[in-house]
């Protein structure tokens, strides 16, 4: 009676599920104790059955957190304590003398969980528990079988009817809400890099190559920037790696500060970054860039001595794809490290863009 759902996971998280089920397992199974206890009354039950149930409501739900807590296999734990549950529902049933309404109730809970936690094959098992927990009670106790159903019995099993519904509605909806938020946090690390909270170069690969598709269609202005940290090798050998994540914690800082909101901003790989602008013309991207390296080595700031070398590539109509838009940026990136580093250098437009820009003579 009572018990909830769970799938299978890794100890810690199944050990906190358990302890998630705690509550709902108590509710549930006074809930059920309810109409259980009510046919007792009706049916003179005997003093061991009245007995049993106080100890397996009291009880188990204590016992049963403390048994998966333990268990080096929390969810084999939490199995096991539903196939206890549906083979003392066997023996309530029995001892019920399969009143209708209880018995149907109590079933379709326990079924419920066991399809909840293992689908059909837990289903079945559970099946197999309540015939065995039906047959102990029959072997002991005898069988008896009157189905009626009295008013007495019928309000005593409206309770269950109605909460039990409702807390698994209510449990549902949480783990619904978990699972949402668990869904966007993951989401959230599959699209940004881990140490400076930027977009990762799939998704900005993926920004570059939808901005080249709508400008290669509509035309337009737009520009790549590549930054890379200088000397960031000797940086790190300097003053170890845990400053060296701190200076890539510093560019990310300053790129998000800088540039624009609907700019694309990502850690390209290692100490190499990428910006898309939008809707920016070459003169306009070579100056973002000046003013990006000249806040990143700020005299006054904490990393004062970090400099950065930029590559800018406007965008222009001879490109054949967002890649070789990329490389062009590239290409100007090193073009800027050739010339001494800490400085920004434009990408020189294709021998296409070139030729439409150059007048012609008769």
């Known amino acids: 009676m009572g018990r909830l759902r769970m799938t299978r996971r890794p100890r810690r998280t ?8 705690y509550v709902p397992r108590v509710v549930g199974l006074a809930l059920g104790a309810i109409c ?22 009291i009880a188990w739900p204590h016992l049963a957190l403390l048994h998966a807590m333990r268990s080096q296999d929390p969810y084999r734990a939490e199995v096991r304590n539903l196939m206890l549950d549906s083979l003392l529902g066997g023996l309530w ?4 003398q399969f009143s ?22 837990l289903f079945v098992r559970g ?62 690390l599959s699209r940004t890099d881990s140490l400076s909270g930027l977009y990762n170069r799939l ?6 190559a939808a901005e ?8 337009g202005q737009a520009a790549l920037l590549l930054l890379d940290i200088d000397r960031f090798k000797d940086y790190n050998d300097t003053w170890g790696h845990l400053e060296g994540d701190e200076a890539i914690r510093h560019v990310a800082r300053v790129l998000r500060a800088e540039c624009r909101r609907e700019d694309r901003i990502a850690r390209y790989g290692g100490e190499e970054f990428g910006v898309l602008l939008p809707e920016i013309d070459a003169e306009r991207a070579f100056a973002a860039a000046e003013r990006l390296r000249a806040r990143i080595g700020r005299a006054d700031s904490d990393f004062a001595g970090l400099t950065v070398s930029i590559g800018v590539a406007p965008w222009d109509a001879g490109l054949v794809d967002g890649e070789e838009w990329v490389l062009r940026a590239d290409k100007a990136l090193y073009a800027a490290k050739r010339a001494g580093r800490n400085c920004c250098v434009v990408a020189e437009p294709t021998a296409e863009s070139a030729s439409r820009s150059t007048p012609t003579t008769a």
């Open 14 to 21: 199944s050990a906190g599920q358990a302890r998630h089920n």
């Open 36 to 57: 259980v206890a009510a046919v007792f009354h009706e049916r003179g039950a005997d003093p061991l059955a009245w007995a049993l149930l106080g100890v397996y409501v």
């Open 93 to 96: 049933i029995v001892l019920m």
């Open 100 to 121: 209708l309404l209880p018995c149907v109730v109590l079933a379709s809970m326990l079924s419920m969980d066991n399809i909840g936690v293992g689908g059909w094959r």
């Open 127 to 188: 099946l197999a528990a309540m015939l065995v927990g039906g047959g102990v009670a029959a072997l002991v106790a005898g069988v008896t079988v009157n189905p009626a159903v009295s008013t007495f019995v019928l309000q005593a099993s409206l309770p269950v009817l109605v909460g039990y519904p409702l807390m698994v509605g209510l449990v549902t909806h949480d783990l619904a809400r978990r699972l949402a938020r668990q869904r966007r946090e993951f989401e959230r």
């Open 203 to 208: 998704l900005w690969d993926e920004g570059v």
């Open 212 to 219: 080249f598709a709508q400008l290669q269609r509509h035309g």
